[in-house]
Structure formats: structure tokens, C-alpha cells
């Protein structure tokens, strides 16, 4: 119960996201208060029921819930006392915090209390000193969830026909809903998602119709002209898959448990274990994050597909989502529909591969999981989708971010084994700094590498008694990329590395991005070792040569600091004393190499990667994503 | 020959043809030992007349170990057979199949009893088999039978008509029982591992000629149990155990085994044991020495200082794997003593290593080291210098054996070179030297055969002589042990303490919230 928020039989009135029963959850929290609530589903842009409401309450089952509520901001009713009410986290969530932007309300802010509601809920009230939106509360608690320092998205302004197509746009406050036109100049957005055949007034903005899922339940489907609709699916008919939520995070690479069963039942899709059910998908086919992290303890999950009452949108959006969050997931024999809806690219890591073996080995596993997660994370992200919508539409879009390769070496004879790992590399943008450290830019190794290298570079040489960390600045300062990363010149890396990179950051939000240290060749003994380094979390180290960070936090972080080596720890240091956030992803696409000691003293000993070694294989042995010349 | 390689005792690779669907073409020798019994012996060659096998390829020994009057050979018995006699003062069943393999020219020796009936398709079922590797150990299913015989003339008949089956009621007939059962828990033998050397059976296994003479012959010393001890021997050269079903012979009455199976053992425990050091399930005592020992251990003392191989030597003897010996390698016979000032000699060092463990029944010296450690199922190679801590060797060989490794290297420093101990699994390296390619590394093959692992030095409790403490009476190790069990179980009650509050604090709350789980879209 939450005392001293609003007086006895005070009328209340609330929007609900998820929540089947949300009576028993206000009759628990405000057992005095009257409590009218509006489901997401059917809040509509008129005026809220009750005049004058003494608090707002924002109850949403998991954080992906409550970023279903904060594009619908425009239409959430005003108060001065707003509570927010998310029942369930996944385990990998932080303690929510109220981040609202400074100009608008922190200045009105006047309390602010923070309580755990059942084991992994959160309820946190509020009070301004005048009305305000209560979606800038939920807004600002949403983006206090994630990495992310804005709750923007790099893609054309959005609109909404009506409140029921807000997972279109998850977690974008700059949205808006409904199609009045505005009266200045300036249209309200660039691009704009609406029910076929509802009204659109604003002719000035392009459209596209979208139908719910049950206006594709297959009952629908079924009556005379219905099966039309079918026929035209395509990736861009899903709602996107909110990939600031449901993503790689908190993935396990040993689970504990076996391979369960997703089925349907009385019109709703069910993931089980054993006969057990573990997650009850809504109708609608959305997957939250902590549906999502039930299911991370399951070696896999194999899905079939009929029979799907459904209808197609809910069964290929359940698909969708959870291979965009990793989950090893198996679908044979997909129906037309399946394969029309989520693309045969996606289509094909569903149905590949050696079943069962290949989800047996836990490598083999996290492999599947890397290939669905990439695949699905870019034909269904909230970005992959509005990107498609928006090109479709005609419209300009902002380009996506370049990168700036740092690759400072000692060693001439690794200059075209380097670059050679960079030219490869796929769907990035990217330029090269080569910083030759005491090495001649006219030695014909490096002359040769760099004559042959096709992609933008540019070589700086550095005296050798520079130190390694003034190196590094040195090359910084002749990027010219959004993203610094930094490079190692005996290292290997998967040609999907960097764009991995970028990945990881888009949907995790942090600062600073790289990949666990997992494999290592040890050159002496011919043997590659794996250590068990956990992934897809955030944390306080990755690997040094991996790192991706932005220009402008690498510039306000003052660089490198001029020492000769531990250059990385110390950034990293620096990071998280500054507030940033570090996220280490998979590291199947990045094998050390670890010869002998020679000059490098400092080096850990053979036995010191033997004993931390989970998995060792005889010979050079990379991960399947490494795709070795 | 081919030389597919079979890992540990997994023969699945090898897909032999179908019964009577294939070309032979090695040539088979059946050895018989026999003694007495000129009437059952007379039905084992009627059978082995009515073979399907090729009867230019099937040569048939016989080896009368002293019958008196001496066994003849009867009418009906296959093309080429030939009737040896053991001479006065080396008999005995061991020694009379021994010189039945003398004079062997097949490439594959099948050992047979002379009282057994082969069904028409038993040799031939063999074979299939050894046409596809070249290190195989076959063995047949035999069923005992105590009934009336039939003539030869019957048995030939019903042989040669595909009908050897039906010689008998296999109703009233008695299964190889512990071959079964054993077949039974092993997956046909596939997932034996280092106990499937006990199918070697001379009354129906067949063995690669070439691996016999290199592992063999029987060792005549022992009067029972001379098949298990060579087939043991067999595995340490690389053998692999088929276990083949549809090769199927008759034993003309019970087996020794069947009649006093609690005295065979009571007999075998003593004399088997001793040579076979697999059989760990009777080699508890945690003292005892025996012929054969489990551990090789092999110290080169050539270059190194008194004290480094004093220092590992002597850690390695204070090892909780006490079944074990040390073979110390040096220069031994060419050592030479300053009479008047020894202490002064040339090989000081060498000399007193020499003179240190002379009267130690555990340690030899060898001017070399010898290729395999056969007849010891492991070999630990270690460099002079680095000690092993008391449990370390235990435990090490306890994870080959878990594994099924064939190599584990132990990392114990490093210059551009990685120094290492190695455990070598003897078996595994004689296979991987039979089926290595010309030029092809000896351990590329052992990692197919059986698999090779990396561990660190450190953390497995080799030091440095330097560091190593002197080893102590064996309580002292316990005594640590003891203590670090006892902080173990004292962290462990603790947190089972935490955990049982965590549950009752949890059911608590769940009992508070009764309807929480209703509430929500699961």
C-alpha cells in the first residue's frame, strides 16, 4: 500500500499496458482510491473520463510495456501527483530513476519515491508543483531503464493514426497520435502509420495503413476478399520489435534447463518446458522483456506453427521478437505466410542447421543466437523498420553512423594481416588511421598493405618513444567517423564484427561498446581456449582491441591517457567514473592471439589462460561467425 | 590396409558388409589348443570344414598339448589343416597357443576352443571386420550347451546347410552371460573405454596377426586368465574390441568359469591382477606395489642438477598414487667414480641420483626411455626440477581416465618454448602411431583417437623444486586436506543456513500475496 499519495476515495484515473487485472493491482497499492483505468488498446484522443483526477497512475506489466505508453504522451491525461507502476523487471534492470529533462519538468519535480513492488516491480510516485503530462513521467522513467541518454530515435518524425498502433513507434515520446492537422506551417510529423481506412486529415503528411493483428486473425482472413491481405505480407506489416528492450540482453551461454515448446492454445501462443508454462505471449504476438528473460534459462525453444488461430501477425511477431532477443528458437517447415512476413533471410536461421546437436553444444547455440538476433534486430527493429517505411515513402534519412578505425602497431609485418581483417568487414561505413609506431611508412610490408588496401586510410607515423596512449590520440585526432574503434594488429575478427558493434550499441544504449574477451589462440602450443566471460550485459571491462566509443564521448572523456600501456582499463575507468555505461557483447567474433612472450613481459602466462579456459581446442579453432579465409 | 581411426573403443565408424555380400581376401588362421577330448575336437573340424569363408583363405591349427594316446586328425576337416604337438616340459594352454602363433601365416589369428561348434557364417563374420582396420580384437557370442552330441557327419551337414543353429535347443543353452551384460552396458563395447581388452576370449576371439606378435605372445606363466592378461596387453598396443553377435559357435558343455566361477576368480584376483593395471576395481590398497604398474614415470636426469632430480623424483615417490614406478634415464653404464675423491668425479650429479634410489623397489634406471611404457597403461613424462604436489598425480590421471584423454600437456613455464609434463595414454599413443600418415605428427592422431587437453601447472600443484616443501609422512597431506575439507564444509553449511532463510523468507511473501500470479499475462 502506498500511504500519503491521494486521499481517501480520491478518484484516480489510469492507463494501463499489459496488465490483465489491473483492479486487484490499484485495490493493493491505493486500496482507498477510485480508480478508473483505460486499457492502451482503447484510450482514444478525447477527453479523459474523470474531470479533475487527484493522480495519474501509468501501470504497465515490464519496461517494454511502459514504452508502449510513452508515444501515446499527447494523450495521457495531466496531474500534479503521477505515479508509475511497472510490476515485473527482468533481472538484468537497475533500479528505475526519474530522468526528466531539465526546461520542461524537473523544475516543477517536488518528490519523488522509488519502492519495490513484488519481487521485481517498481513503483515510483511523484509530485510537480503544477500539472503536467504524466507521459513525460512515464517517458522519463522508460529512459531511465536503458543506456540511452535521449529517448530519440535517428529517424524521421512519426505519427500515429490512434493510440492502438503505439508499438509501432515503442518508447519515442516525439510522437503524434491522431491526425489533427496542425495549424502553424510546420507539419506534426514526417511519416505517419494509420488503420486502413480511418481518416487521416493532414494530407500533407505520407501514410501507411497498417492492420492489427486482429484484423488479421485468420477468422478475418477467412471471410469473402480476406485472404487478399495474406497474400500482400511483408516484414514491413509487422509491428517492429522494440529492440531497445527485447534484444540480446542477459542472454546465458550455458543455460540450465532443457529445450521447450512454443505452441498455441485456446488462441494464445504458450512457451513451455516439460508441460510447464513458462510465458503466456497476448494476442496481440508481443514479446516483453521479462517474457524474454523467463526464457533465457532454455537451451532452445522450438516453435510450431500450426495450428495458428491467430492469425499471421501474432505468430510471426512472437517469431520475430524473440530471435531478435537471441532466443535460440527453432521453427521448421514454415507455412508461405511465415516466410512472407518475416523474410526468408530470418526464415532460413529458423530452419537451420544439425537439431538437435547443434543446440546441445553450447557453442553451436550462441552461433544460432548471434545469426537470428543480427538478422531479425535488422529486418524488425523499431529502426529497420521505419528506415524501410521511410525509403518507401520517399523520404530523406539520416545516415547511419561511420566509423573510424584506430590501428596503432609496432610491427610492419602485421600491417597487411590487420588491414586485411578491416577490408572485410561488412555492412559498416569506415575509414582506417594507421598509426605506425616507430615503424617507417615506406617499409615495403607497410607500403605494399596500404597500396592494396581499398577503403579510405590514413597513415601517421609516431616516433617509438611516443607512449601507446599518446599513439592513440594522435590517430583520434585525424578521425573524421562518429565512432572511434580501436583495432589490434594481430588479432582476428569476424567480418561482421564492427557491425555487430553497432548493433549493440543501438540497442543497448551505452557509451562504450565491445566484445567479451573469450578466445584466445596461444600461438606457442597451437591451441585456442574460451573463457567464461558472460556477454550481452553491461560491465565494467571488454575486450581492449574491440572497443567502440563515440567521438564526442571519447573528447569529452579527455582521450587516451598518455601512459605506454593499460590504456583501455583506464578509459574505462574514466567512463564509468563520469556516469557512462560500458555493454559487452557476444565475443564469437573476435579470437586473440596469444604468442610467446618475448619483449611483452607484462603478458599473463600460457597456464593463466589454461586455467581460466572452459573450452580448449587443439589448433586454431574460431567460432563458425569468424568465417576463416 | 586401411586405418580408419577408432576413438577410445568407439567402433561405430567401421560399417562392415553384409553376411555373404562382400569379396574377402586375407587369409585367416584358426588355432586350436586342445588336450584329450579327440571327440569333440572331431566336431570343431567338421564344423570349421563347412565354413562359407573362402577355404584357401582358412588355415586351421591344431596344437595337442600332450593327449595321450596322442589326437589324430579325423576324416572331416578343412583343406589345410595341420596337427602340431607340444614337447614334454613346456606344455600348458598358454604355451600350446603359443606355438600354434609361430607358426601362423594368416594376417589374422582366430583363437578357438577344440570344443567348439562354429555356425557355417563364424569366420566369416570375423573377417568382415578385420578387412577394415588392422588393430582389432573380434569377439563372437558363444552359447553353452550340455547335451548329446551329433556325429561330425551331422555337424557338417548342418554346418554346410547354413543350419548350425539348429544343432541345438537354444533354449536349454547358456549365453556368454558377463559378455552380455557387459555388451549391454557398453553399447556393444563402443563406449568401453579401458575395459574392453576383457572380450578378449580365447575360445572365440580373433586378432589382427601383426598387433598379436607385437603385443604377444600368452604369457605362459599364468595357468587362467592368460586371454584377459593379453588382451589387456593388446589394448596397450592400440587394439580396438568389436563385439560381433552374428559370429556365433556352440561350446560343447559349461566353461570353467560357469562351473567354478568363485575359484577362477579367487585365482585370477592373485595372479591377473598383477599384470593388468586397469583392473583398479581390485588394486584398492592404498600401499601395495604390483608387477605392472599403473604410472610410468619418466624423469631424463641427463643435464639436470642432483637436487632438481632429487626434488621431483622424491615428490613423485611421496605421491597418493603410490601404484606407480620411476624410471630415471641418464648414461648410467658409462658413469665413472673418482675412486679417491668421488665427490670430485665427472657426472657428480649423475652418480649420486644413481645412488640414491638404487635400493628403491619403485625406481629403475634405463640408459633410455623406452617407446612405450606398455605393459603400464599411463606414462607421465616430467622434467627434472618441477615436483608434483601429493595428490597432483591422482588426480591428473584420474581426469585421463574420466576423459578418455590421450595426451594431457601440463603447461609448467615458458621462454619462447611452453615447458611441459606429459600423461601419455600408452594404448592411445600406439594407435595413433598405427594410423598416423608418413609425416603426420604423433599427436595430431592421438587427438583423433582419443582426445589431448591442456591443463596449468600451477593450478594442478606442480612447483618448482625451489618452492616445493620436503615431502612429508602422508598424514601431513591429509591433515591439509582434512582442513581444507572442514573450511569447505564450514563455507557450505553457511550458505545453506542463508539460502534456508532466503526460501522462508520467500514463502513468507508468497503467502502474504496469495493471487499474485493471477494478475497478469504470464
Known amino acids: 500500500m502506498i500511504s500519503g499519495f491521494v486521499a481517501n476515495g480520491a478518484k484516480v484515473v489510469a492507463a494501463v499496458s499489459g496488465v490483465e487485472a489491473p483492479d486487484e493491482v490499484f485495490r493493493r497499492l491505493l486500496p482507498d482510491a477510485e480508480v478508473d483505468w483505460t486499457d492502451v488498446a482503447d484510450i482514444s484522443a478525447g477527453p479523459w473520463p474523470v474531470p479533475d483526477p487527484a493522480a495519474v497512475i501509468i501501470l504497465a506489466r ?117 491526425g489533427e492537422p496542425e495549424t502553424s506551417g510546420v507539419t506534426s510529423s514526417d511519416l505517419a502509420v494509420r488503420a486502413p481506412g480511418a481518416e487521416w486529415p493532414d494530407d500533407r503528411i505520407p501514410t501507411v495503413a497498417r492492420s492489427s493483428w486482429s484484423d488479421l486473425a485468420w477468422t478475418t482472413i477467412g471471410a469473402p476478399g480476406g485472404y487478399d491481405a495474406l497474400t500482400e505480407l511483408s516484414p514491413d506489416h509487422l509491428p517492429p520489435v522494440d529492440e531497445r528492450s527485447v534484444n540480446p540482453r542477459g542472454f546465458l551461454r550455458t543455460p540450465v534447463k532443457g529445450v521447450g515448446e512454443i505452441s498455441q492454445h485456446d488462441g494464445r501462443w504458450t512457451a513451455s518446458l516439460d508441460g510447464d508454462e513458462l510465458v503466456r505471449f497476448p494476442e496481440s504476438g508481443l514479446v516483453t522483456d521479462t517474457d524474454v528473460d523467463r526464457l533465457r534459462k532454455l537451451r532452445g525453444l522450438r516453435l510450431t506453427w500450426r495450428p495458428a488461430h491467430t492469425g499471421p501477425l501474432s505468430a510471426t511477431r512472437i517469431v520475430a521478437g524473440l530471435s531478435a532477443a537471441g532466443v535460440p528458437l527453432v521453427a521448421q517447415d514454415p507455412p508461405a505466410w511465415a516466410t512472407a512476413a518475416l523474410g526468408e533471410d530470418l526464415i532460413e536461421h529458423l530452419t537451420d542447421g544439425e537439431l538437435p546437436a547443434d543446440l546441445a553444444d553450447d557453442l553451436r547455440r550462441e552461433e544460432r543466437s548471434v545469426l537470428l538476433r543480427r538478422c531479425a534486430l535488422r529486418a524488425h527493429g523499431t529502426t529497420a523498420r521505419w528506415n524501410s517505411l521511410a525509403t518507401a515513402a520517399g523520404l530523406t534519412l539520416p545516415s547511419p553512423p561511420t566509423i573510424s578505425v584506430v590501428l596503432a602497431t609496432r610491427r610492419a609485418d602485421f600491417v597487411r594481416f590487420a588491414l586485411d581483417q578491416i577490408g572485410r568487414q561488412r555492412d559498416v561505413d569506415l575509414e582506417v588511421v594507421l598509426a605506425l609506431h616507430g615503424v617507417s611508412a615506406s617499409s615495403p610490408e607497410v607500403a605494399e598493405a596500404v597500396q592494396s588496401f581499398d577503403r579510405p586510410l590514413t597513415v601517421h607515423e609516431m616516433p617509438a618513444a611516443a607512449p601507446f596512449g599518446t599513439v592513440l590520440n594522435e590517430a583520434v585526432a585525424r578521425t573524421s567517423g562518429t565512432c572511434v574503434t580501436k583495432w589490434d594488429d594481430d588479432d582476428w575478427y569476424s567480418p561482421d564484427h564492427l557491425a555487430d558493434l553497432l548493433l549493440a550499441r543501438a540497442y543497448s544504449g551505452a557509451d562504450l561498446v565491445g566484445v567479451a574477451s573469450e578466445f584466445f589462440y596461444l600461438e606457442q602450443i597451437d591451441l585456442t581456449i574460451r573463457r567464461r566471460w558472460a556477454s550481452e550485459m553491461m560491465a565494467d571491462h571488454v575486450a581492449g582491441g574491440t572497443f567502440l566509443v563515440s567521438k564526442e564521448t571519447l573528447d569529452a572523456l579527455g582521450g587516451f ?69 | 590396409m586401411n586405418s580408419p581411426r577408432i576413438r577410445h573403443n568407439d567402433y561405430s565408424i567401421l560399417s562392415p558388409p553384409d553376411i555373404g555380400d562382400w569379396q574377402p581376401y586375407l587369409p585367416v588362421s584358426v588355432v586350436i589348443a586342445a588336450y584329450g577330448h579327440q571327440d569333440k575336437l572331431d566336431l570343431t573340424l567338421a564344423a570349421l570344414a563347412a565354413q562359407s569363408y573362402p ?67 563364424e569366420v566369416e563374420a570375423h573377417m568382415r571386420w578385420h578387412h577394415l582396420a588392422d588393430y582389432l580384437v573380434v569377439m563372437g557370442y558363444v552359447r553353452y550347451i550340455e547335451d548329446d552330441w551329433p556325429t561330425p557327419a551331422e555337424v557338417h551337414a548342418a554346418v554346410s546347410g547354413g543350419n548350425g543353429g539348429k544343432l541345438f535347443d537354444v533354449t536349454a543353452s547358456d549365453p556368454h552371460k558377463w559378455i552380455v551384460d557387459l555388451a549391454e552396458r557398453t553399447d556393444g563395447m563402443r563406449t568401453a573405454k579401458d575395459v574392453a581388452y576383457r572380450v578378449h576370449v580365447t575360445n572365440a576371439a580373433s586378432v589382427n596377426t601383426r598387433l598379436l606378435r607385437t603385443a604377444g605372445p600368452l604369457e605362459t606363466e599364468l595357468v587362467l586368465g592368460e586371454d584377459t592378461e593379453l588382451g589387456y596387453r593388446l589394448a596397450q598396443h592400440g587394439a580396438a574390441f568389436v563385439l560381433e553377435p552374428d559370429a556365433k559357435s556352440w561350446h560343447l558343455g559349461r566353461s570353467m568359469m560357469m562351473r567354478e566361477g568363485d575359484r577362477v576368480s579367487r585365482y585370477n584376483r592373485v595372479f591377473v591382477t598383477d599384470r593388468v ?143 611441459t609434463a606429459r600423461l601419455e595414454h600408452t594404448g592411445a599413443y600406439a594407435r595413433a602411431r598405427l594410423v598416423a600418415t608418413p609425416g603426420e605428427s604423433v599427436e595430431d592422431a592421438v587427438e583423433d583417437v582419443a582426445g589431448t587437453y591442456w591443463v596449468d601447472g600451477a593450478t594442478w600443484g606442480f612447483l618448482p623444486a625451489a618452492d616445493a616443501p620436503e615431502p612429508k609422512l602422508s598424514g601431513s597431506a591429509n591433515n591439509e586436506e582434512t582442513t581444507k575439507l572442514k573450511a569447505e564444509t564450514e563455507r557450505l553449511e553457511l550458505r545453506v543456513a542463508q539460502l534456508t532463510e532466503e526460501v522462508e523468507r520467500l514463502r513468507a511473501e508468497k503467502a502474504s500475496q496469495p493471487r499474485r500470479r493471477s494478475l497478469f499475462r504470464a
Not at chain 2, 582358412?58 to 593327449?67: H, K
Not at chain 2, 578343412?78 to 600354434?100: D, F, H, I, M
Not at chain 2, 614415470?297 to 642438477?305: H, I, Q, R, S
Request: net charge positive; aromatic share 6%.
Open chain 2, 277 to 419: 593395471a586397469h583392473m583398479r576395481w581390485v588394486r584398492t590398497h592404498p600401499r601395495r606395489q604390483w608387477l605392472v604398474p599403473y604410472l610410468e614415470v619418466v624423469v631424463d636426469a641427463v643435464g639436470a642438477t642432483y637436487e632438481d632430480t632429487k626434488a621431483t623424483v622424491d615428490g613423485i615417490l611421496a605421491s597418493t598414487l603410490y601404484d606407480l614406478r620411476v624410471t630415471i634415464v641418464g648414461p648410467w653404464d658409462t658413469l665413472t667414480e673418482d675412486r679417491r675423491k668421488p665427490q670430485d668425479s665427472p657426472n657428480i650429479d649423475l652418480l649420486l641420483v644413481h645412488g640414491l634410489y638404487r635400493n628403491d623397489g619403485r625406481v629403475r634406471y634405463l640408459e633410455r626411455s623406452p617407446r612405450s611404457a606398455a605393459p603400464a597403461p599411463y606414462r607421465l613424462v616430467c622434467p627434472p626440477g618441477w615436483v608434483p604436489r601429493p595428490e597432483t598425480l591422482r588426480k591428473l590421471v584420474a581426469l585421463a581416465a574420466e576423459h578418455g584423454y590421450g595426451l594431457i600437456n601440463v603447461a609448467l613455464a615458458e621462454t619462447d618454448e611452453v615447458l
Open chain 2, 55 to 121: 577355404s584357401y583363405l582358412l588355415e586351421v591349427i591344431v596344437v595337442d598339448d600332450g593327449t595321450s594316446p596322442p589326437l589324430r586328425l579325423p576324416e572331416i576337416i578343412p583343406e589345410r589343416t595341420r596337427l602340431l604337438r607340444t614337447e614334454p616340459g613346456s606344455r600348458g594352454r598358454s604355451n600350446a597357443r603359443n606355438v600354434g602363433l609361430e607358426v601362423v601365416e594368416g594376417d589374422v589369428v582366430h583363437w578357438l576352443d577344440a570344443d567348439m561348434i562354429t555356425h557355417h557364417d
Open chain 1, 62 to 178: 515490464t519496461p517494454t510495456d511502459l514504452r508502449r505508453l510513452v508515444p501515446l504522451r499527447g494523450v495521457l491525461p495531466l496531474g500534479k501527483r503521477i505515479m508509475v507502476v511497472v510490476v515485473e523487471t527482468p533481472s538484468w534492470h537497475d533500479a528505475p530513476h526519474v530522468a526528466m529533462s531539465r526546461g520542461l519538468g524537473q523544475r516543477a519535480l517536488r518528490e519523488v519515491r522509488v519502492l519495490r513492488y513484488g519481487t521485481s516491480g517498481w513503483v515510483v510516485t511523484t509530485r510537480f508543483a503544477k500539472e503536467l503530462p504524466s507521459g513525460d513521467v512515464a517517458a522519463a522513467v522508460a529512459r531511465g531503464l536503458t543506456g540511452h541518454h535521449l529517448n530519440a530515435y535517428p529517424l524521421p518524425a512519426a505519427g500515429l493514426g490512434e493510440a492502438d498502433l503505439a508499438d509501432w513507434r515503442p518508447g519515442d515520446p516525439d510522437v503524434t497520435c491522431g
Open chain 1, 561 to 629: 591517457r598518455p601512459v605506454p600501456r593499460s590504456v583501455d582499463i583506464e578509459l574505462f575507468t574514466t567512463l564509468l567514473r563520469a556516469g557512462g555505461c560500458i555493454y559487452r557483447t557476444h565475443g564469437l567474433g573476435f579470437v586473440a592471439r596469444r604468442a610467446a612472450r618475448g619483449r611483452h613481459t607484462w603478458q599473463e602466462p600460457v597456464g593463466y589462460f589454461l586455467h581460466r579456459a572452459k573450452d580448449q581446442w587443439r589448433g586454431f579453432r574460431p567460432s563458425r561467425l569468424m568465417e576463416p579465409a
